[in-house]
Each structure stands twice: as structure tokens, then as C-alpha cells.
């Protein structure tokens, strides 16, 4: 059973948090579908110290996620060690996550996310600054190196767990490779095999014999799904119950995939209003009508929506026309 300091999760499938994405509409919608642990889209360390108003908009959680981690990025010790203190005191997240694994130049020219990778020394004393100040577990979420020149995983890994951290999340790509190539599974098991704090896997978990793959072939405590599950809530439970019982379930119907989609918009129109909503939603919406057949030509038409009315009608009846043209196909 996978467990982080005194937190126990009642399975090993983790939701990764993905930028832009990991909010708490979409991290609700997931827990449900039995996600043992769900983790929120990182926040900045300086957008919390502050109190900068979207990026405290970004630290609400509903008690119906939690078991739920709690992402901070930053790349100076004083700005990190306040949010991590915020975090701790005035959010109910039950996990405080640190960012190591962010690719993306306009957070590593910061020093921040992948930037880390470069520097044990750094890690060790980062984490320990926070872990000396936080009663929640801290945890971190690195890439297994800078280049392919540069993989200290194992030295990272290891100073996260002498600095007091109580967990490792793995993805197992550099940060050069961003998210081209394959996952490198090899170097997740030598990373479970090094330290005694629990590991969790991440890279190219497509689908539940991935997860169970992984689980098997490096030893890892928990296996962290991230882009499998956009749109796709039941990667998440079919994973689970695949774990569990042997069984692979079959894909959701058209018509479950939709209104878990209006779902996932209704929430989402809660959390921010109906506006920046419907934008948001258009991302989504494409993700859950992938694999139906003739997605593309509503997809442009989802684009276009600017109300709850117009994306909801939209979907309806795309639905109702997909499922009975594959009724007609099945019939011939």
C-alpha cells in the first residue's frame, strides 16, 4: 500500500499534476473514478508569498479530493520556504510537493523545476529547509536528468530522502527529451533500489497493463498517471480495478463520455465562472471525444463556444449522432 508519511492511500494510482490542467474540477472528477492520490497543477512559490490573487485561487481544494499533494515551484530558499510555510498552515492539502521536473525555459531560467536536477548539494538543501519549517510530508517530482549527459537520479533521489523528504516521484525522461522518446523505466528501478522512502513511478503509463508493467519491472511503491488521463477519467478506475482484480474493462459509451464531460464544464463553470470556463473547456472537450469517429468535424465548432448553452447542445447532440452511427455500423 502506498504510503507517505502518515498519509496511506487506499490504492497505488496516482494522478501526475499537469500544468494548466490539474485543477479542482479535473481533480475532483478523477478522485471519483478512484484515483488513490490526486496531485494539483504546480503554484509559484512567489505567487503565494505574494499573494498573488490567481495563484491563490490555484491552492483551493475540495475535501472530497483529498488525499491530495500539493505542488510549489521556486528556485530561492527564503521565497520557497514561506510558500511551503503558507502551504502548510492555511491550505488543507495533505501533502506539500516540491517541483524538480518542470521543463520549460520560462521556469528553469528561474532556477526552478528542472533546473534542480544539476545540483544535489541544491536539492539536499532545499528540501531540508522546508522540511524543517512544515508538519505536512514533503515530497518531490523530478526527471531523472538535465540531458543525457547529466543524469544524477540516484544521487537526487538520494538527497531528497537524507534531507527528510518522504517520497520521490520519477518521470523517466530528461529534461531535454521534454516529452519526446521513451520513458526510461531502468533508471526508476535503480532509484527504488537506492533509497527506502517510497518511489513512484511516471512515464508512459498508456494504459493499466502499463501501470501493472511498471509496477512489476522497477519495484515501485505507486504509478503516477498523467496525459492517459485527459479526457480519460476511466484510465484512472479501469487502471485500479485492473490492478486489483485482473480484469480490463471495457472503454465508457459515448454518451458516458459526455455527460462526465458536462460534468467535469459544470464544475469548472463553480470554480472560475462561466467565461474563463467555456475557454478552458475546449481543450477538454477535445480530449474526451478522441477515438469517436468524426470527432474532427465538432471539434472546430467547440472552438467556437463561448457559453455553457451553446458547448452543452453542441456535444448533445454530436453524441446522440456518433452513437447511432455506430449502432447503423455494428448493425451492417
Known sequence: ???????????????????????????????????GLVCAEMVSDKGIVFKNEKTMDM???????????????????????E???????????????????????????CDAGA?????????????????????????VKMRMGWDADHI????????????????????????????????????????????????????????????KRMLEKTGVDGVMIGRAALGNPWMIYRTVQYLETGKLLGDPSIH????????????LIALKNEDIAVREMRKHAAWYLKGIRGNARVRNA???CSTREELVGLLTNYADEAAEEEKQVSVG
Open 1 to 35: 500500500m502506498l504510503k507517505i508519511g502518515d498519509i496511506e492511500m487506499k490504492n497505488p494510482v496516482v494522478l501526475a499534476p499537469m500544468a494548466g490542467v490539474c485543477n479542482s474540477a479535473f481533480r475532483l472528477t478523477v478522485k471519483e473514478f478512484g484515483a
Open 59 to 81: 491552492l483551493f481544494i475540495d475535501e472530497r479530493e483529498k488525499p491530495l499533494s500539493l505542488q510549489i515551484f521556486g528556485g530561492e530558499k527564503k521565497t520557497l520556504v
Open 83 to 109: 510558500a511551503a510555510q503558507f502551504v502548510d498552515k492555511n491550505s488543507n492539502a495533505d501533502i506539500i510537493d516540491i517541483n524538480m521536473g518542470c521543463p520549460v525555459p520560462k521556469i528553469t531560467k
Open 115 to 139: 533546473k534542480w536536477l544539476l545540483d544535489p548539494d541544491k536539492i539536499y538543501e532545499m528540501v531540508s529547509a522546508v522540511v524543517d519549517v512544515v508538519d505536512k510530508p514533503v515530497t
Open 152 to 211: 544524477y537520479a540516484v544521487r537526487n533521489a538520494q538527497a531528497v530522502e537524507r534531507a527528510g523528504g518522504k517520497a520521490v516521484s520519477l518521470h523517466g525522461r530528461t529534461r531535454v527529451q521534454m516529452y519526446e522518446g521513451t520513458a526510461n523505466w531502468d533508471i526508476i528501478r535503480e532509484v527504488k533500489q537506492s533509497v527506502a522512502i517510497p518511489v513512484i513511478g511516471n512515464g508512459d503509463v498508456k494504459t493499466p497493463q502499463d501501470a
Open 256 to 267: 458516458e463520455k459526455i455527460d462526465v464531460c458536462i460534468l467535469h464544464l459544470d464544475r
Open 302 to 304: 467547440i472552438n467556437e
